[in-house]
Every structure is written in C-alpha cells, then in structure tokens.
C-alpha cells in the first residue's frame, strides 16, 4: 500500500471510530427505556433507530458526499464500479432487544466496501467501552490491541458456540460446550474474531448485520462459511437479500470440528 493510500486508509479508521463513538453516544440517550410492559418496545426502538441512523447518514454524506450509504432501512439498492465506488454499510443498533431493556450486549457497527472490495470493519460496544476494528489484510485491533486466532484442534465443556433465536426448533446438537445466544450478530463475530467462543452459527441475517464482523474476523485469522462448508461470499447479497442458509463463523479451518456436532432437524 503506498503512502498515499496509507494516508487515506488511515483517515477512513479515524472517521469510523470516531462516528461509531458519537453514535454510540447518541444512543446512550434512549437505552434501557423500554416499557416494561411491553416484551419488546418497538417505539422506543425506532426512535432510536431512526435519529441514529439519519447520524450516520448526514456524517457520512457530510465528510464524503460521494459514497454510498447502506443500511436497515434504507432504499436496498445495490451499487456498481466505477470512480466513486465507495460504500458505507452500516448497522446503528445492532441487539435491539437488548437495547430496550438495558442488557447491555448491543453496538454499532461499520464498514466500508470500495468497488466490492472490503476496505474496513468497525464495531463498539458503548456499555463495555469495547472497540473492535481492522482494515481488509491487516491485523484485528481490540482496544487498540493486536490479536490473533489460535485454533484449537479440539471442543470441551468449556468451549462456546453462538446460536441465532430459532436454532433450537431447526437443529440438534451434539456440541460438548455452551450454547448460547447474546442477540447481536455484530457482538457474536467479534467475540469469536476475538477468540472468547470457538464459532457462531448465523442465520437470517442481512449483509449489514455481517459486514463489519466478517472484516474483523477474516483479519484476526477466521472466515464465514456455509455450514456444509462451501464458501461464502458477502458480495453475493449486496442487493441486502436475508440469508436464509445457515453460516458458521470460526477460525480458519475448525468449521468442519463443529459442524461435526449439529444436525438439521
């Protein structure tokens, strides 16, 4: 990378963190006010949701009033190459549930793609202050720290897998650790990035929800892969079609160590 894509590499990571903390922030404002009434405050969410996301928007069109922006909620229309190829996709309260109820596994997320290329994930947790970033080819930064996935060639009852909500009516499972599901794509692909779980299985998901987490996964050493271990290729649903088959997100090379342990009911 020469120095003046260096320069502006370095400009987009600043910018990112930056409007993921502000945003996070903003968000601050309305967490943990659901109506307790209410198992899901759909109100408060979308209020939320929607000054958030119109924070994004405006910061982004603002610093760069030549890219794309893509998000939940926004028209879905996809983008092509050319000179001004560049596209924020974003998540600005990914763990909604959570959100409403102050259980405080939630974030916002970030990335940016130029001409379908990845160029950088960001993800922040504004409750735990936690901050997971990487540009595409280089190393996982959490809280400024560098890290790396050590694969481990075995699971035990002290190995974690992530799940989605409906898991439990579509799969049974065989996996000797703990199962668990923390309501937030984002937060599951960066713990695993991060090596605190062996894997995490997606579904129903949308490319903003896996965007930002996939970056930061691939540069710590892990990929997302169909569960039958075919590949998987984000630039397949930029139109912002759900994925509808399940992914398993894990390091490099362990998928078929877990998938060993699932079947489709």
């Given at each position: 990378m020469g120095g003046e894509q260096e320069g502006q590499a370095q400009s987009f990571v600043e910018f990112a963190e930056n409007l993921v903390k502000e945003t996070g922030q903003r968000a601050l404002k309305y967490y943990g006010r659901g109506d307790p009434q209410f198992k899901?405050?759909?109100?408060?969410?979308?209020?939320?949701?929607?000054a958030i996301?119109?924070?994004?928007?405006?910061?982004?069109?603002?610093?760069?009033p030549e890219h794309h922006i893509l998000g939940e909620g926004d028209d879905q229309t996809a983008y092509s190459h050319g000179e001004r190829g560049f596209q924020w996709i974003a998540d600005p309260l990914d763990g909604t549930a959570n959100f409403q109820a102050g259980i405080p596994i939630w974030g916002v997320s970030l990335?940016?793609?130029?001409?379908?290329?990845?160029?950088?994930g960001v993800f922040h947790m504004?409750?735990?202050g936690d901050m997971y970033e990487a540009l595409e080819g280089r190393k996982l930064m959490v809280n400024k720290r560098s890290m790396r996935l050590e694969p481990e060639a075995v699971?035990?009852?002290?190995s974690v897998l992530f799940t989605y909500s409906r898991f439990h009516n579509e799969f049974s499972s065989t996996f000797p650790g703990k199962i668990r599901n923390l309501g937030c794509t984002a937060a599951h692909l960066s713990y695993v990035a991060s090596g605190r779980a062996?894997?995490?299985?997606?579904?129903?998901?949308?490319?903003?929800?896996?965007?930002?987490?996939?970056?930061?996964l691939e540069a710590a050493g892990g990929e997302i892969r169909y569960l039958d271990g075919g590949d998987f290729h984000l630039n397949d649903y930029l139109d912002s079609q759900k994925v509808n088959e399940p992914l398993l997100a894990a390091p490099a090379g362990v998928h078929s160590l877990i998938s060993q342990y699932l079947e489709r009911l």
């Open positions: 899901f405050d759909e109100e408060l969410v979308t209020e939320a949701e929607l996301r119109e924070f994004i928007r405006s910061s982004i069109a603002d610093r760069f990335a940016l793609f130029k001409n379908f290329w990845p160029i950088l504004p409750i735990t699971a035990d009852n002290e062996e894997g995490a299985l997606l579904k129903y998901v949308h490319i903003w929800d896996l965007a930002a987490g996939l970056i930061l």
